[in-house]
T-cell receptor, first 115, second 109 residues
Framework: ETGVTQTPRHLVMGMTNKKSLKCEQH?????MYWYKQSAKKPLELMFV???????ENNSVPSRFSPECPNSSHLFLHLHTLQPEDSALYLC??????????????FGPGTRLTVL | TQLLEQSPQFLSIQEGENLTVYCNSS?????LQWYRQEPGEGPVLLVT?????EVKKLKRLTFQFGDARKDSSLHITAAQPGDTGLYLC?????????FGTGTSLTVIP
């Protein structure tokens, strides 16, 4: 148990569906992250939030829409996805946004399959 | 280009053998983390090293941070099947995290 939870753990959706991934951290951290992990590829940083403000968006397609209503919760809203978006989506948190000797803690991930 | 390169990319060894995994960069990091990830799960933090030359031990795992804080190694003694997984290093430059390419380790009973 890392203090970061993600739901659902598994999700299968069609290309026309709309779904949301949820992440919650119980560590009192100020920064939260979304990563995409595809088979045999390095972790890809998608979004960074610090104190509920989006501070980074790494050229992610608009079919992915993040939301951070408070410092403990992070959502990733999905719509009209493509099969190549199938991957493990990981949420992480850290005390601050990579400040000093900060460390990230990860959730268990959501395995997404787009049909 | 990848800021952090890990080697080897894949490693398959017999139970009881020793191994070393490397994480190299030309950049300086204020801290470096090692994670282990099992299939379908998120990376689990093993250790954070912050001081150049620092050595940390976690049971049969020994982690070393390079003197210049640009590289790190993970040594496993007497590997066991439970050590199987993807080992990831991550460096913190002080304003951003970077992840390595990963080393996939399989320990055969």
């Amino acid at each position: 148990e890392t203090g970061v939870t993600q739901t659902p753990r598994h999700l299968v959706m069609g290309m026309t569906n709309k779904k949301s991934l949820k992440c919650e951290q119980h560590l009192g951290h100020n920064a939260m992250y979304w990563y995409k992990q595809s088979a045999k590829k390095p972790l890809e940083l998608m979004f960074v939030y610090s104190l509920e403000e989006r501070v980074e968006n790494n050229s992610v397609p608009s079919r992915f829409s993040p939301e951070c209503p408070n410092s403990s919760h992070l959502f990733l809203h999905l719509h009209t996805l493509q099969p190549e978006d199938s991957a493990l989506y990981l949420c992480a948190s850290s005390q601050d946004q990579a400040g000093g000797q900060d460390t990230q803690y990860f959730g268990p991930g959501t395995r997404l399959t787009v049909l | 280009t990848q800021l952090l390169e890990q080697s080897p990319q894949f490693l398959s060894i017999q139970e009881g053998e020793n191994l070393t995994v490397y994480c190299n960069s030309s950049s300086v990091f204020s801290s470096l983390q090692w994670y282990r990830q099992e299939p379908g799960e998120g990376p689990v933090l093993l250790v954070t090293v912050v001081t150049g030359g620092e050595v940390k031990k976690l049971k049969r795992l020994t982690f070393q941070f390079g003197d210049a804080r640009k590289d790190s190694s993970l040594h496993i003694t007497a590997a066991q099947p439970g050590d199987t997984g993807l080992y990831l290093c991550a460096g913190n430059t002080g304003n951003q995290f970077y992840f390595g390419t990963g080393t996939s380790l399989t320990v055969i009973p």
